[in-house]
């Protein structure tokens, strides 16, 4: 079933502009993705970075503007049958057929992938089980909670045992317990075989589930590497955020020559500084506060992560 | 959303859960006592075209089962009471007056002569539009449900066209529900004058006139912009039925000649004629060829227009 030897998903300098009355939005402007069959990959990147626009054209709902994207060989443009019977999705928003109960969205999805309707009950069945949504199964869309909804979807996307599954930020709105369940059965569809492609905006979905991550902003690639490779190269900076209840001291400019610092940000009553060598740098930062008469009211030191890595390469808080 | 989600958080959790009662013995990988459930595995039979459309129509006539009685008896009562008032009370409460244009005069059509036909051509073509345009609505709004089967393996023309057949599904039956409705609503002496003269025409109205209007319904559906909706219905359908030949042939209008030339933009009248010309051959009615090869044509041309926008706007 997962024959396709080639890379399960792949891009070459996608693009996508969306044209509306208000004007031409590009939202994704060259993305170059490589997916090998059975990795876990990880699309991050913050609200608008393109994400959902990319995994659309993935899935063939999207049409690209230009560039090509295949995924198991097939391109998503001039096959798109042939890619859609290989591949399940779950999209960002509540996308199950609200005339059907819970039972019927997975029973008709395994009648349309070809399923006899006595194998589609089956099937139906065995993935309420292993979802525990058993006592759901009449339950209406409408009816159930946002976590039930996300079990449901991603059921429905596994019906026709997909080859690649793509997730766009399954676990958002839900709750820590639910998080950690989903993180586990996604871990355990991976250990099986399943090829994952997964948009998120939590740094830590990234750190605690993907083989590889490509950062994403303003629709083009920032970085693309395993995630330890990340936090070894863009990512060894600890990001130290001070916030002063006046202007920013004329004093913090001396940082920027500081011995083991790389860079430092200045921004309304805000600063950053990206150091490998952090020691010391909050108190001169508050010493430069203090010399010029302001106060601190905010300070923040994060270690290298994802999140810094983020941070490094777009300059922005990471907000969900 | 709240009340459901904390039974969730407590009671049984997802993938997870389950998988606790089977291997208790905490497994590195919650699913993996059941390997064969979830992820790659035997292979799928191949989807046909033929056989994921059939599924689509199979998930339509579940959805019609469930909905039965409030889409057809919101489509049964308004013909019904107006073959109550018109080929009953009023005949009854004097044939002299206003009403008296109602009445059977010498010899002459009664008016459920007129009506039947015509009413079972504006339910077939109020309900294969209202079928095609509102659930489209739903599918096409933010949450966009239409992805559930647009992922389907089948190219998006053909789900428009799918969607275009189960809409004249639902307008056949319709027109097939107010047939024996109208047929028997009228007061004594007044009793419409019908018999299938024409299977065959009759049996081309019934299913080009389902489905030209089902596929005019997607088109509208999909170009309009689903706030205006209410306007579809002021500036559409409420024009489009009450100027559409139903409660008078289309010879009839004869006497207001412009009216007759405008009213052959209008759908319905074909419809109509097509029912008049197979159940009522006696009345004079529009020319076979005219109103078959505008049934046929229209088919044609708006199923194609419509399975076009329709995948533009699944498309982004
Ligand atoms: N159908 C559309 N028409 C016009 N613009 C769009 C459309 N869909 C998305 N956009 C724009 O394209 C850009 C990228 O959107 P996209 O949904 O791909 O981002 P995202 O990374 O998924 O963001 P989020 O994390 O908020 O889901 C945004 O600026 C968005 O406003
Ligand atoms: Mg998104």
Redesign the interface.
Known sequence: MTASPGPAVRTVDLHKTYTSPRGDVPAVRGIDLEVRPGEFFGLLGPNGAGKSTTIGMLTTLVVPTSGTAEVCGFDVARRPVEVKRRIGMVSQNNTLDADLTAFENLEFRGRYFGLGARDARRRAEELLELFGLTDRRKGVPFEMSGGQVKRLMIARALVHRPEVLFLDEPTAGLDPQNRANLWELLRGLQSRGQTILLTTHYMEEAEALCDRVAVVDHGTVLASDTVEGLKGSAGTDTVITVSFDGAVPEGVHALDRREGVSRIEVGDGQVRVFARSPAGVLGELVAAGAAAGVGVTDAAQLRPSLETVFLTLTGREYRD | ?TS??SP??TG???????EEPAGSESA?????P???????????????LT??FL??M??EV??MR?NFLSTFVRVLVQPLMFVFVFAYVLPKVGSGAGAGGFASKDGGPTFATILVPGLVGSAIVMQGMMAAIF?LM?ELS???????????????PVLALQKITAAGLQALIAGLLVFPCVLFVHAGGQAPNIHVGNWPVLLLTLVTGSLMCASGGLLLGTLIDPQKSQVLFALVLVPMSMLGCVYYPWAALDHVRWLQIVTLINPMVYVNEGLRTALTPQMEHMPIWAFGSVLILGTAALSWAAARTFTRR???
Do not use: C, F, H
């Not at chain 2, 049984?12 to 389950?18: E, I, M, N, V």
């Not at chain 2, 590195?28 to 993996?32: R, T």
């Not at chain 2, 933010?142 to 393996?153: E, G, K, M, N």
């Open positions: 959303m459901p989600a969730n958080a049984p959790t997802p993938g997870g859960t389950t590195p990988s919650p699913a993996a059941r390997n064969e459930a979830a992820g790659p595995g035997p292979a799928m039979p191949r989807a046909t056989g994921t599924a689509m199979a998930r579940r959805v469930k659930p739903m933010w949450q966009r449900s239409i992805t559930d089967r647009a992922l389907a393996p089948v190219p998006v699944v498309l982004t």
